[in-house]
């Protein structure tokens, strides 16, 4: 019974973690340069984007200087994970 518990639960975080990820096929996504511009206007200081699952992974300052990874749909520019650094 605690191996199929904790079976499931590890199989339930797998699930959960390609959900988060990005899908949208590349003819769709939108360039790099234009999430640039968006962060940039919403307060962001962008240090770097690369594309990382399917995403655009960026990593920099949000608009209270605190240092940020933040992974982004590259179709909609949706944030589907964000973690502050500091």
Do not use: H
């Not at 699930?15 to 949208?24: I, V």
């Not at 594309?51 to 990593?59: K, N």
């Amino acid at each position: 019974m605690i191996t199929t518990l904790v079976l499931g639960t590890i199989g339930a975080g797998t699930a959960m973690a390609s959900e988060e990820r990005c899908n949208a096929p590349m003819s769709d996504w939108q360039p790099r340069e234009a999430l640039q511009q968006k962060l940039e206007q919403e307060g962001w200081k962008v240090r770097r984007i690369k594309t990382d699952d399917g995403c655009y992974e960026v990593y920099g300052f949000d608009k209270d200087g605190r240092r940020m990874e933040a992974y982004f749909d590259p179709k909609t520019f949706e944030i589907v994970v964000e973690r502050d650094e500091d």
